[in-house]
């Protein structure tokens, strides 16, 4: 498509998504660099679920493009993922799994190349095992600390067993996704506001860590109820999601500015995208509610492409001001989720005025 045929987000969305190749694409490796500018020793420490949002963020481009170009570095970026991984898609960390199972999903909705799908379906296998009944149920966090639960382990958890459910209508797996979304609203979720809560007994004394405030909880848990909604039609789960988007806008949107916080590098560099990415399914399926979501979604990218964005294309933490000197993999991801999804929004009518 030429540029000159597309919207004004569209275009901006393209322009990320070369920058970023052309900034963390290493070559040689087969894999986007974690760092930049790379000192050496930024991919020393491998961290698995950037990579799973890389494919994510591909699988982006590649809806909006229909190119073989980026087809090819998509799959590309996914088998060096699997190399990088220690030549495997299993992990110690089931909420990373969780990740990458469900950008394969959606990589092979994409392209129909069935080895993404059977990734995901052996990642689903091993995902399964980490359900136990530590503190009543849900999913462990990890293989090594099995009596931990939070919701980054269980919400896309429930995520991804539903997707598998449409996929092949097998009752089992969308009963996993009913248990585990409800593990999460019962010990995870705020009954008063529906925000909720990163995790409990983390560190083995049965807590919860109610001061743990991050956008990527509220996001996971949204898409979970859309899509058990999907899966059932039950109101219910709509009403849940509807709630926590509202809290999250209570508890996390900065009143004054109407920006969503810097929450810090590392995996927090991620949280932010990852909630623009199930703000969009919700607007999606409730178009007579979106406004609200569209907006905060829309000021926010403005401010990205205005302020938060180097000459260079690198992208702040903040989405406000100017990037760090160090920008890692993760903050630049949701910075291009976010743009991506401007672009997603205008595509299908919801930034018109209405």
């Known amino acids: 498509m030429a540029m000159a045929a597309q919207g004004i987000w569209a275009e901006r969305a393209a322009i990320a998504q070369e920058d970023f190749r052309r900034l963390f694409w290493n070559e040689q490796r087969g894999v986007m660099d974690q760092v930049v500018p790379c000192n050496g020793t930024c991919n020393d420490h491998w961290i698995y679920w950037w990579h799973a949002h890389v494919v994510d963020v591909l699988v982006d481009s590649l809806e909006r493009t229909k190119s073989e170009e980026d087809e090819a570095l998509l799959e590309r970026a996914f088998r060096g993922a699997k190399k990088w991984n220690g030549d495997t898609l299993l992990h110690n960390y089931y909420d990373d799994m969780e990740w990458m199972a469900l950008a394969l999903l959606r990589a092979y909705s994409t392209t129909g190349k069935s080895f993404y799908k059977e990734g995901a379906l052996e990642l689903w296998e091993d995902i399964k095992t980490a359900w136990n ?44 996704a009913k248990r585990i979304y409800q593990f999460n609203k019962e010990r995870l979720v705020d009954p008063e506001t529906g925000f909720v809560w990163d995790g409990m007994n983390r560190l083995g004394d049965g807590k919860i860590d109610y001061d743990w405030k991050y956008t990527y909880c509220q996001g996971v848990f949204i898409g979970a109820g ?22 999250t806008v209570q508890e996390l949107v900065d009143p004054e500015t109407g920006m969503l916080p810097r929450e810090g590098n590392d995996d927090c560099g991620l949280f932010k995208g990852i909630l623009i990415r199930y703000l969009v399914n919700l607007i999606r399926i409730q178009p007579d509610l979106s406004l609200p979501w569209v907006n905060l979604i829309r000021h926010n990218a403005v401010s990205l492409w205005e302020r938060g964005r180097s000459e260079a294309g690198l992208f702040s933490l903040s989405w406000a001001g100017e990037p760090e000197p160090e920008v890692q993999l993760s903050g630049q991801l949701s910075g291009v989720m976010l743009l991506e999804a401007m672009a997603e929004l205008e595509r299908d009518g919801f930034l018109a005025p209405r």
């Open 226 to 247: 859309i899509e058990l909604y999907n899966c059932t039609g039950e109101e219910s789960y709509l009403i849940d999601a509807q709630r926590t988007a509202g809290a």
């Open 133 to 176: 009944d530590h503190m009543g149920g849900g999913m462990a966090w990890k293989k090594d600390q099995l009596d931990y639960k939070n919701t980054p382990a269980n919400a896309p958890a429930s995520i991804l067993a539903a997707r598998i459910y449409q996929l092949n209508r097998r009752e089992e797996d969308l009963e996993w």
